[in-house]
């Protein structure tokens, strides 16, 4: 049987419900009760999201060309030219995790 991809939606819903959980001070069953969700629930999700929460993240390698570009080496700046196009230009000594902010963002993962 295919895994069903995880709905963005509900994995919110189910981390928002965790916080105002962790804040209420309130049992699981009291909770859930007044929230008007089940109590399996509150488990399953509570346990799929531990288990999603420590594995380690996913880092994919792309490959790159390094080039020298017509006109010769610059010394104050980075330039990335994606297989698309678009050249991404920075300074020199930038940080890196500036940098991996920055191309997280463009791949598609969390903002800056």
Known sequence: MAKQQRSA????????????????????????EREGISTASFYAWRRSLQQLDSEPARVELIPVDVVEPPGGLSADRLELTTPGGFTLRFPADIAPRQLGAVLGVIEGGAPC
């Open 9 to 32: 939606e509900k994995e919110s819903f189910w981390r928002l419900a965790f916080e105002e959980f962790g804040s209420s001070g309130l049992s699981v069953r009291a909770f859930c």
